[in-house]
């Protein structure tokens, strides 16, 4: 069973800017769930109205697809160092 | 053990062959063996891949070589992305619009690449990414960085 990503940690450093901060992504869900129902009615709009054109399949797919993507950003990590800059983005 | 492994032995032990060439026999008995297996298997549940060291995640790293030993004034990578993101991430392929797929085939064809991009199924790529368990890429550049791709 694959979970989905619960904490996201991102931390970037540069001349600017040094920051960290812990996302808590188990906290966005709920939000993401009532827009989603929020937005649902319209999609469903868009989806009837693009029925017959060729962006049905993105109109349909897209939203799949997208929470496929979320679902499965657990164990993600980027490590970019350089010189005088640092990005570090880790899903847990 | 098998009546021709223990051939291949004696062979070896009485010098007719060479130990070079009883490996390479072996090698070749166990390549028939466990395709003789796989096929008399086919019809039988798989076993888990996950318990087999099913690819799990890509990685990507540069480091710099000697050169550039000083972390102040080098870049490093450090990627992880697990195969489930890239098995969902080719799904969202599907939404590449026609054009943009005729293009990257007209794009392959000047490269002397004769190869249609809409022919690749999702079972091709998942045999790739099975597959994938196996490679590494390792690059050593000019400017003395390491590349490294592999899976773990």
């Keep these: ?92 | 053990m098998s009546e021709n492994k223990k051939k291949i032995l004696e062979m070896l032990a009485e010098n007719k062959i060479s130990a070079d060439e009883a490996y390479r026999l072996l090698s070749a008995l166990d390549a028939r063996e466990g395709g003789q297996k796989e096929t008399s298997s086919e019809n039988q549940p798989k076993p888990d891949m996950s318990t087999k060291g099913k690819p799990r995640y890509l990685r990507v790293l540069v480091t710099p070589g000697d050169k550039h030993a000083d972390p102040g004034h080098s870049d490093r990578v450090n990627v992880r992305v697990p195969m489930s993101l890239i098995r969902a991430g080719i799904k969202l392929t599907a939404l590449i619009p026609p054009e943009a797929l005729d293009k990257a085939n007209n794009a392959l064809r000047e490269k002397g690449i004769n190869f249609d991009v809409r022919n690749i199924k999702n079972e091709d790529i998942e045999d790739l990414i099975d597959a994938m368990g196996d490679m590494q890429v390792d690059v050593e550049t000019a400017h003395g960085e390491n590349v490294k791709v592999f899976v773990e």
């Design chain 1, 1 to 92: 069973m694959n979970w989905p990503p619960t904490l996201m940690h991102i931390k970037i450093k540069s001349k600017d800017a040094n920051f960290s901060f812990w996302l808590p992504l188990f906290l966005l869900f709920p939000l993401v769930l009532v827009i989603f129902l929020i937005l649902s009615p319209f999609m469903l709009i868009a989806i009837i109205v693009l029925w017959e054109t060729r962006w049905r399949r993105m109109a349909i797919f897209s939203l799949g697809a997208a929470f496929l993507a979320l679902w499965h950003l657990r164990g993600l990590k980027v490590d970019v160092q350089g010189p005088k800059e640092s990005v570090y983005i880790s899903v847990i």
